[in-house]
């Protein structure tokens, strides 16, 4: 995990741009934040490292991320940036802070923001949230390697289908709240497209994505609907399981934004096709 020394603090406090509305609209929908219209979702590197750089976006994403982990790295950056910036400056990232402050989805980051207002953008503070944002992260992306391990050892089939679920379920539980759900997500996802995953095995593990709760369900099975990479035999099985288990308005849902994600995947690729 980066220190605040390995985040360059050159954020600038721009007009919003296309990422920031984008992050706005997916808070609006109640879904987790993608990386552009189309793409995978952010994870906290990308805000720690630079490839989220935009001042508007960063507190965008403070302010509206379902993911706790997320919405805490974007803060860092942002404080890093007040830290070191003139009396003006300082005081225009004051008035940030407090709106996220005032208008965060997640209490925590509430907390983050007035601890940051309070000390006035100490470095030993913003150390402090980077410390913990590593300390929760860190240990959950260890499991998370350690899982891929037992994706390998299934693709080499040295364990069964049924003891890798058993796993599937003990690494979910394990990470839980504690590793960011972009990095999770992309895990779901690849095992539902990959080629060397037994069908049977994917199917089980649908159904234990079925059982999840509704926000992260969601955003799982509508990536899944709208994969470029999944079998079309994976994706119909899907289809049919939803109405056991959702209510119809739930169902409902499902596929709205199954089309929502289908529609920002043409919208990502068409500038390629008129070029």
């Not at 879904?31 to 720690?48: C, F, H, Q, W, Y």
């Not at 913003?126 to 350690?146: M, S």
């Not at 369900?217 to 994976?234: C, D, M, P």
């Not at 289809?239 to 709205?256: N, P, S, Y």
Request: aromatic residues 6%; neutral net charge.
């Amino acid at each position: 995990m980066e220190t605040s020394h390995d985040i360059a603090p050159s954020v600038s406090l721009s007009p919003s741009s296309d990422l920031a509305r984008h992050f706005m609209e997916c808070g609006a929908l109640n879904t987790n934040l993608s990386l552009a219209p189309g793409k995978r979702l952010v994870i906290t590197d990308d805000l720690l490292n630079g490839t989220v750089a935009d001042a508007a976006a960063l507190s965008m994403a403070a302010i509206v991320s379902r993911d706790a982990q997320v919405a805490r790295a974007a803060i860092i950056p942002l404080g890093v940036a007040a830290c070191g910036a003139n009396r003006k400056d300082r005081a225009r990232y004051e008035r940030l802070f407090q709106l996220i402050e005032e208008s965060a989805f997640d209490p925590a980051i509430r907390e983050s923001a007035d601890a940051l207002i309070v000390s006035r953008f100490r470095e030993t503070q913003i150390r402090d949230l980077v410390e913990e944002l590593g300390g929760v992260v860190g240990q959950a992306r260890v499991r998370y390697r350690a899982f891929l391990d037992i994706i390998r050892m299934l693709v080499d089939k040295r364990i069964s289908g049924a003891a890798f679920l058993d796993e599937f379920v003990e690494f979910t539980r394990a990470v839980a709240g504690k590793l960011d759900f972009g990095i999770y997500s992309m895990c779901v996802d690849r095992l539902f497209g990959s080629e060397n995953i037994p069908l049977p095995v994917k199917t089980f593990l649908l159904k234990e994505v079925l059982r999840f709760p509704p926000l992260v369900r969601k955003e799982l099975v509508t990536n899944l609907l709208s994969s470029t990479s999944a079998s079309g035999e994976l994706v119909r099985f899907a289809r049919g399981e939803l109405a056991g288990v959702m209510t119809r308005d739930q169902v409902k849902e499902i596929f709205l934004f199954t089309t929502l994600k289908l529609a920002w995947q043409a919208q990502a690729v068409l500038p390629e096709r008129l070029a």
